[in-house]
């Protein structure tokens, strides 16, 4: 395995060897190279409560967006039909 795979490897399986739900061997391989990736690690798991945030963000503000279009046209549909009736 070359270091990139190693690394993808270890950070697939951070959050089991943190809770230690791992098998014994997969135990040392990861204590073995906890030094090398763990700040990558970490850094990973920061980056995605972020990305949550901002994902929680973005779907705020789509939501308004839609209500405000939905609300748009109505008003629309009401006006075109009272000048419709007169």
């Known amino acids: 395995m070359n270091h990139r795979e190693k690394e993808s490897v270890f950070l ?6 943190k809770e230690r739900e791992l098998e014994d061997e997969s135990m040392e391989w990861m204590k073995q190279h906890e030094p090398l990736y763990q700040k990558n690690a970490e850094g990973l798991k920061s980056e995605s409560c972020s990305k949550s945030i901002e994902d929680e963000s ?7 967006y839609i209500s405000s279009m939905y609300t748009c ?9 009272v000048w419709f009736y007169f």
């Open 12 to 17: 697939d399986l951070y959050d089991l060897y």
């Open 58 to 64: 973005q779907i705020r503000h789509m939501k308004v």
């Open 73 to 81: 046209f109505i008003l629309l549909a009401i006006w075109m039909t």
